[in-house]
């Protein structure tokens, strides 16, 4: 019944803009942080974005800093990741994670295995 899933994935040239979705269910997402995360083919997964769910802000890799703005609509319980300028290497499968919202995930980090709820991934592909 907790379930985030993504949205938001596809095609575009470089330098161009994708915005990627991850709507929760069974749980509200405001209470949470909320990490986004990317894996490409034979690469290791690697954090990218999150948000906390208090003031605290957000942090970014440094491969993406300047380029992804994570926010969140508390009122559509989705937390969205804003993509510009985009480049081949960001090509990858995205997803989206939190923690089990009993254990009070309050302050994100970019570890993976501080997250156990996870979505089913969007594919971004980045391409001329």
């Known amino acids: 019944q907790v379930l985030l899933v993504e949205s938001g994935g596809g095609l575009v040239k470089p330098g161009g803009s994708l915005r990627l979705s991850c709507a929760a269910s069974g749980f509200s997402l405001s209470n949470d942080a909320i990490g986004w995360f990317r894996q490409a083919p034979g690469k290791e997964r690697e954090g990218i974005s999150c948000i906390s769910s208090s003031d605290s802000g957000s942090t970014y890799a440094d491969s993406v800093k300047g380029r992804f703005t994570i926010s969140r609509d508390n009122a559509k319980n989705t937390v969205y990741l804003q993509m510009d300028s985009l480049k081949p290497e960001d090509t990858a499968v995205y997803y989206c994670?939190?923690?089990?919202?009993?254990?009070?995930?309050?302050?994100?980090?970019?570890?993976?295995?501080?997250?156990?709820?996870w979505g089913q991934g969007t594919q971004v592909t980045v391409s001329s």
């Open positions: 994670a939190t923690d089990f919202p009993d254990r009070q995930f309050r302050q994100c980090v970019l570890s993976g295995p501080q997250y156990n709820i």
